[in-house]
């Protein structure tokens, strides 16, 4: 099964809102990633929050983590049509040989202008 | 290069015929990762090299996927015997190393579809 579970599976929101993603995993993680993708096409890493940190901010971007509950969220403050995309959290998880990317379904953002 | 390359961007193909998808990494990165995205859905990994070697290949659905790395750069995925549920976007990812928590940088992807 999937380690990375997002929700919504899809959000419409109007430009100027703030869009907030979730996302769950099951095990544990060494940091986790979020990832942008438009069109179905190559992602777009954003931002990468490490296990020992509770939130992290880029921009218009914050995320959160809470190893307790085993999920994060991706907050983008006042949005514009520009951010209509796929997101997608992945956890990374250490291999013997290294890291793993394990990626959830993604939410579908849409914002209306 | 600048970034991930992959090629071709799209491939139509018979239901039964082989395929080759190309990946040319960033220069220097030495990780290299297959993914696959069908409609609608999360990526799902394929295999991972480090260098030519493939310490992780636990992702190919089945034994007519297989991938190599020459050189410690380009990397081909060949799907034999093309099956319709094999139609999705191939990408490839690569990143600096292993050894530190890095973010993998994607290319654009190859559509394939198989009629």
Same mark, same amino acid.
């Given at each position: 099964s999937q380690q990375g579970e997002e929700d919504p599976q899809a959000l419409s929101i109007q430009e100027g809102e703030n869009a907030t993603m979730n996302c769950s995993y099951k095990t544990s993680i060494n940091n986790l990633q979020w990832y942008r993708q438009n069109s179905g096409r190559g992602l777009v890493h954003l931002i990468l929050i490490r296990s020992n940190e509770r939130e992290k901010h880029s921009g218009r971007l914050r995320v959160t983590l809470d190893t307790s509950k085993k999920s994060s969220s991706l907050l983008i403050t006042?949005?514009?049509?520009?951010?209509?995309a796929s997101y997608f959290c992945a956890t990374v998880l250490l291999m013997e040989y290294g890291n793993k990317l394990v990626f959830g379904a993604g939410t579908i953002l849409r914002v209306k202008s | 290069g600048a970034g991930v390359s992959q090629s071709p961007s799209n491939k139509v193909t018979e239901k039964g015929k082989d395929v080759e998808l190309r990946c040319d990494p960033i220069s220097g990165h030495t990780a290299l990762y297959w993914y696959r995205q069908s409609l609608g859905q999360g990526l799902e990994f394929l295999i991972y090299f480090q260098g030519n070697s493939? /310490? #992780?290949?636990?992702?190919? /659905?089945? #034994?007519r996927f297989s991938a190599e790395r020459t050189g410690g750069s380009v990397s081909t995925l060949t799907i034999q015997?093309?099956?319709?549920? #094999?139609?999705a976007v191939y990408l490839c990812a690569s990143s600096r190393g292993v050894q530190r928590v890095n973010e993998q940088f994607f290319g654009p992807g190859t559509r394939l579809t198989v009629l």
């Open positions: 006042a949005s514009r049509a520009a951010d209509t | 493939a /310490p #992780d290949k636990s992702g190919l /659905p089945s #034994d015997r093309t099956q319709q549920e #094999d139609s």
